[in-house]
């Protein structure tokens, strides 16, 4: 599985848009970019995943670049609640494929 | 909805003692998988299983050893537990299609220490 580099943490304005960026430069043609967030010591959450088309769900917006070596998780309007790590994950949508948990970013939202 | 259940949710033990660590996954997913989170540390993948068979390994201990049932529950069992297992264990579960893409799930996790 393809590694993944992201900022060690960020800030973000509460009512602002947190743009989480991701870089993935070894990515193969058939692995998925993945986001999950664990807030405190609760489980990873899922977020959002896409293989090559920008994505959008009720909770974030995941953006690829054309090269699919860097993608963006947005946050549309940040709340404290979205405090977290996240993660950025790509792999091999495989049954029983593991998922490689990198350092991720920590996301402090700031009242 | 359903989400993944693990217990127990606490669990303290000494060392060279045993645990067992037991994992329900949402109703109707075939694939589970654990993950160890050490304090300060990102999860680290352990073992999956699809279909009650082994479908992936990953740092898990020889110590430890992982199934499957029938019903699709799984348990971790952890035999001479050392200082260095204290950790967050978390178990996930997902529907595998076979190559379609999918998400995990995880569960709350089970607090493990070992004293």
């Known amino acids: 599985d393809a590694k993944t580099t992201q900022p060690p943490s960020m800030d973000c304005a509460e009512g602002r848009a947190a743009n989480l960026p991701c870089n993935h430069s070894?990515?193969?043609?058939?692995?998925?970019v993945y986001w999950y967030r664990q807030i405190h010591s609760q489980g990873p959450q899922y977020i959002i995943h896409g293989l090559k088309n920008n994505e959008t769900n009720e909770m974030a917006s995941l953006i690829i670049t054309e090269d699919r070596k860097s993608s963006t998780l947005i946050l549309p309007h940040a709340t404290l609640r979205d405090t977290a790590v996240y993660y950025c994950i790509v792999r091999v949508a495989n049954t029983g494929n593991q998922f490689y948990f990198g350092t991720g970013t920590s996301l402090t939202v700031i009242p | 909805a359903a989400g993944v259940i693990q217990s127990p949710r606490h669990l303290i033990k000494e060392k060279r003692e045993t645990a067992t660590l037991k994992c329900y996954p949402i109703p109707r997913h075939d694939t589970v998988y654990w993950y160890q989170q050490g304090p300060g540390q990102d999860p680290q993948f352990l073992i999956s299983f699809y279909e009650k068979m082994q479908s992936d390994k990953g740092s898990i201990p020889d110590r430890f050893s992982a199934q499957q049932f029938s019903d699709y529950h799984s348990e971790l069992n952890m035999s001479s537990l050392e200082l260095g297992d204290s950790a967050l264990y978390f178990c996930?579960?997902?529907w595998g299609s076979g190559g379609a893409d999918y998400e995990q799930y995880f569960g709350p996790g089970t607090r493990l220490t070992v004293t």
């Open positions: 070894t990515i193969s043609g058939n692995e998925y």
């Open positions: 996930a579960s997902s």
